[in-house]
């Protein structure tokens, strides 16, 4: 007669600095579609603890590239687990000429939304954005569990699904379409104080930066926005009483040494 084996709770290490779920608008429809895959492989308890797994911010490292998912997860081990999630990437050349017929639909994801339209229309030529079946994706994790997803793939995919209804590129990216970034302009650049207030005329600290909106996530538990509010605010009294002397935006190890 066999006994059952008594095992010790074990229970996640606490990270400093984790990522963490941003919320958003979560009512997005293709952020429930991808829970909605999620819920449908009947995962149990699992789901929820890699859920609880995000919101503490186990999640060390995330990133996104065309068909693969990396993350770093912090579980009970000395050392943060290393895993992937892999997905075929759809036919680039086919997609770009379907948003080249859909003009509408390439402005609205260029203005990061995604139109029912347009998946319609991938679906159509046989081109699934959304994963369907367990069997569309490969996981990966270091862990010793030896289901698949596992909690620590949850955690990821999970602060993927919120992540992407901020930011719906993030999701053509896993998907293999990449949109173009201009390189930014890094050479050193200075303004007069008078131009300052014409960029930015408003006396509200809050406003400029509110139209930043949501970020997909962020590290620490600190409210982001609040503290990018009250920076801009210093800036924007520094500007107001500037003389007409030009101000220097380049940071300190950016200036020429004298």
């Not at 009512?27 to 429930?32: G, L």
């Not at 186990?58 to 290393?82: F, S």
């Not at 770009?96 to 939304?113: F, G, K, N, T």
């Not at 930014?184 to 104080?193: D, I, K």
Request: net charge positive; aromatic share 8%.
């Amino acid at each position: 007669m066999s006994k059952k084996k008594n095992y010790a709770p074990r229970f996640a290490r606490s990270v400093r600095g984790g990522l963490r779920p941003q919320g958003g608008n979560r009512d997005v429809w293709w952020r429930k579609r991808f829970i909605s895959w999620l819920e449908e492989m009947h995962l149990g308890s699992r789901l929820g603890r890699g859920r609880n797994y995000a919101q503490q911010g186990q999640v060390r490292e995330l990133i996104v590239m065309p068909g693969e998912i990396t993350a770093t997860v912090q579980g009970a081990d000395a050392e943060p687990y290393q895993l992937s999630a892999k997905m075929p990437v759809l036919d680039a050349e086919k997609v770009w000429l379907i948003l080249h017929d859909m003009p509408i639909c390439a402005a609205q994801v260029a203005a990061r939304s995604l139109p029912v339209s347009l998946n319609e229309a991938l679906l159509q030529h046989d081109l699934h954005l959304f994963p369907e079946t367990r069997q569309d994706m490969q996981f990966h994790c270091t862990c010793k569990d030896w289901t698949r997803p596992c909690k620590h793939l949850l955690a990821a995919l999970c602060l993927f699904t919120d992540a992407i209804a901020t930011d719906p590129l993030l999701l053509l990216r896993f998907r293999g379409i990449v949109f173009p970034e201009e390189a930014p302009n890094l050479s050193p650049q200075t303004l007069s104080a008078e131009q300052i207030l014409r960029l930015h005329p408003t006396p509200d600290a809050a406003s400029v930066p509110r139209r930043l909106g949501t970020l997909p996530y962020w590290r620490g538990t600190e409210d982001f926005r609040k503290t990018l509010e009250s920076a801009y605010h210093r800036a924007h009294l520094k500007a107001i009483t500037a003389t007409d002397t030009p101000v220097d935006l380049r940071f300190a190890e950016d200036a020429p040494l004298e």
